[in-house]
């Protein structure tokens, strides 16, 4: 399945390889984690999970693809990718999910994916009682 080409004026939000995140984790943006994040759910369009990154959350997004550790459940609307690397210790909800050879994953794969929230309307449904826009 291949993908059309994305601008290169696509926003994206990004947990850098040094950096530690406790707590949920909504945005309208593609999310890159490299860090480390702790939370009860994080949500986005799409989703990376770099190979050093060390995850415990739900996910859900449109597309996830996992190179690291993630411990949480996940949901997709439309695919997973769990690569060589990664280590999944939760279940999987996607229509579509690729698990390449040599990747761990502790957990039942589904391909129901209700409980995702896939639009931009439905981001507000996580409160991020510390989150503030700037001008």
Known sequence: MSHPVRA???RVSLLGPKSTLRGDFATTEQLVILGQLDGGRVQAPDIT???AARVTAQIH????RIEGALSG???AAVSVVIHSSATVHGNIHSPQVTIQEGALVNGEVSRD???VATGHDELPN???PA????A
């Not at 997004?61 to 996830?64: C, D, G, L, N, S």
């Open 8 to 10: 290169t004026t696509e």
């Open 61 to 64: 997004a449109q597309t996830i």
């Open 113 to 115: 994916a209700t409980p």
């Open 126 to 128: 996580l409160p991020l």
């Open 73 to 75: 459940d996940v949901y």
């Open 49 to 51: 999970i770099g190979p």
């Open 131 to 134: 989150a503030r826009s700037v």
